[in-house]
């Protein structure tokens, strides 16, 4: 008898300029379908302008039918925005028609719409200085979405980028397939919010003046605006716009070009070692373990490891106290990474000489950051007195101050995961609402994915798994837009908690075998343990006790080579008994 096949039909909506983005669309979905498709009885089918067959009428009205079709829609934008399809429509062009034909069906309950994404091709820094009409209505539209924050999108400089934000987008609309909830979206305006900045930086030509704008847009959070000035002020390779500029892509997300920005950093003459000032040896340190950041975001921990050891002995050429700032910032993520290795007792004395050479330049803030990394490594070790005290001191250094809200919002995280450790639910709920509240304020993606995430765990821990999903999947969103890979593993992993927790194994597991890869890929053996645990107690719950069982014993040989908690190993002992 034959199984039941469910047919998941997903219309893609492009201007022209982007068919080597529609071809990679068709070949994830294929690629989705061959990895999922078997075990989960469904077929995804692409639907575009470009299957329409031929008909009388206006070719939109042909194309919109097939939008009224679908079960969703994507839609991909560069810098083209299109044009009107005849001159009675009211819709400036197809894409954004067939996106306004969407949100009509979306909203109503027998339509076959349920949900819709929309992803925006980075652009190049010239070409966003200058933007001509059709990158202008681009930019509007993005500015708009972004501020009504009612429809979800996201940016990508590679085609790698894209690949992978689809499949964790296929991922959810799959594991969200079922009945159908009507959801009311406006469709924004050109117009709305619409973009001021290139006028206003026509006015002023100092780069000071064009960076000072642009770190003001970022700070309130307007990003697309904030990336246009950024293109405006980096025209003229002004090496301070260029370090602002890549700090501020890395921040939303968008890891590799941030990554090419420092490496057009590092090639200007002024930040070349061989230029014997102190100075410059400060200035490549800096920019060095900036993609040391970006690296670790990445999951290649090696790699950051390798960057940030270079940016400290990049800095100890020059033994001036003007390169304290920038030798303290790379070991302070030296810390962090080696904390991700597992390196923990290392990274402690990293953060230790970052805490004392800014302490000796009496840098407040700094020194805040540094004590809360400190914190979070005796959280780990479950030294929470120090923890809790390294924290507290971290945040009365934070409290005066209004320039400091991602680091403060650091601290009320720090603090959450501190007082949930000690078991105070309603005070660490608090504390996560408040980090939560002030990442949304300044648009800092990494740090809303991870106090949702944090959420999440703790509404688990108050047996609130309904609670907890909606926190969970936000997490795994943000991390995706991000793009920061190891948040996305932990994501995954609480996801398999919470579908535990709701009785739904088989989502479970799928979940924990996600996370598991992906930590396998970033080199992080306690994560991916966590993981395979997590699988082992799914199976479980299915009723596969041999499976579970068999399991179990493989992570019996390789949990003693790390440090896993008492409770975890006694969950690993639990399954290997049956």
């Known amino acids: 008898m034959a199984t039941p096949v469910t047919r998941i039909r997903i219309f893609l909506a492009t201007p022209g300029g982007l068919e080597g983005e529609r071809q990679l669309f068709r070949d994830t979905m294929d690629e989705f379908s061959e990895v999922y498709g078997d075990a989960e009885g469904f077929v995804m089918s692409p639907v575009g302008w470009e299957v329409v067959s031929p008909g009388t009428g206006r070719p939109q009205d042909l194309i919109n039918d097939h939008v009224r079709g679908a079960d969703y829609l994507v839609a991909l934008l560069w810098d083209r925005w299109g044009t009107t399809t005849s001159a009675e429509s009211r819709y400036?062009?197809?894409?954004?028609?067939?996106?306004?034909?969407?949100?009509?069906?979306?909203?109503?309950?027998?339509?076959?719409?349920?949900?819709?994404?929309?992803?925006?091709?980075?652009?190049g820094d010239r070409q966003l200085s200058d933007a001509?009409?059709?990158?202008?209505?681009?930019?509007?539209?993005?500015?708009?979405?972004?501020?009504?924050?009612?429809?979800?999108?996201?940016?990508?400089?590679?085609?790698?980028?894209?690949?992978?934000?689809?499949l964790r987008l296929f991922m959810r609309w799959l594991r969200g397939f079922g009945e159908k909830v009507p959801r009311m979206v406006s469709l924004p305006v050109l117009g709305d919010g619409s973009l001021e900045v290139q006028a206003s930086m026509a006015a002023s030509t100092e780069s000071s003046d064009l960076l000072g704008r642009a770190d003001e847009l970022a700070r309130r959070g307007l990003v697309t605006q904030a990336e246009v000035a950024y293109a405006t002020a980096v025209s003229t390779d002004d090496r301070e716009s260029l370090i602002s500029y890549a700090k501020f892509l890395r921040r939303t997300g968008r890891l590799e070009r941030a990554f090419t920005i420092n490496k057009r950093i590092l090639g200007l003459r002024e930040t070349l070692v061989e230029v014997p000032l102190a100075s410059s040896a400060a200035d490549r340190s800096y920019v060095l373990a900036n993609m040391g950041v970006?690296?670790?975001k990445q999951g290649d921990l090696t790699s950051s490891r390798d960057l940030l050891n270079e940016a400290v002995r990049t800095v100890d050429m020059f033994p001036d106290s003007s390169a304290a700032e920038s030798k303290a910032y790379a070991l302070d993520n030296l810390g962090l990474t080696l904390r991700r290795l597992g390196n923990h007792a290392t990274a402690l004395s990293s953060h230790k000489q970052a805490l004392n050479l800014r302490h000796?330049?009496?840098?407040?803030?700094?020194?805040?950051?540094?004590?809360?990394?400190?914190?979070?490594l005796f959280k780990d070790q479950d030294q929470l007195e120090d923890a809790r005290i390294s924290a507290s001191q971290a945040l009365e250094m934070l409290m005066d101050t209004d320039n400091e809200k991602h680091t403060l919002a650091n601290a009320y995280s720090t603090l959450g995961d501190i007082t949930r450790a000690e078991g105070d639910l309603p005070k660490a709920y608090a504390h996560y609402e408040k980090a939560l509240d002030l990442n949304e304020t300044i648009g800092h993606t990494d740090?809303?994915?991870?106090?949702?995430?944090?959420?999440?765990?703790?509404?688990?821990?108050d047996n609130d798994a309904t609670g907890a999903l909606p926190y969970a999947e936000r997490s795994l969103e943000e991390n995706l837009r991000s793009g920061n890979k190891e948040g996305e593993a932990i994501a995954l992993r609480v996801l398999g908690d919470v579908q535990m927790a709701r009785g739904c194994f088989g989502d479970a597991r799928t979940y924990y075998q996600d996370s598991f890869r992906m930590f396998q890929e970033h080199q992080n053996q306690t994560g991916a343990l966590l993981a395979r645990i997590g699988v082992a107690e799914a199976l479980a719950g299915e009723g596969k006790t041999r499976d579970a069982a068999c399991?179990?014993?493989?992570?019996?040989?390789?949990?003693?080579e790390d440090r896993l908690s008492d409770e975890d190993m006694a969950r690993i002992r639990r399954l290997h008994c049956g």
């Open 92 to 123: 400036s062009s197809g894409t954004y028609e067939e996106l306004a034909v969407a949100l009509e069906c979306l909203s109503d309950p027998d339509a076959e719409m349920r949900d819709l994404a929309v992803f925006f091709k980075g652009v």
């Open 132 to 166: 001509g009409p059709q990158l202008a209505q681009v930019l509007q539209f993005k500015n708009a979405l972004e501020s009504r924050k009612e429809l979800f999108f996201g940016t990508f400089d590679t085609r790698e980028e894209l690949r992978r934000h689809l």
């Open 294 to 296: 970006i690296r670790r």
């Open 360 to 376: 000796q330049t009496g840098d407040e803030p700094g020194q805040a950051k540094t004590l809360l990394n400190i914190a979070r």
């Open 447 to 461: 740090g809303v994915a991870v106090v949702s995430c944090q959420l999440a765990s703790l509404l688990l821990d």
């Open 551 to 560: 399991v179990a014993e493989a992570l019996q040989e390789l949990a003693t």
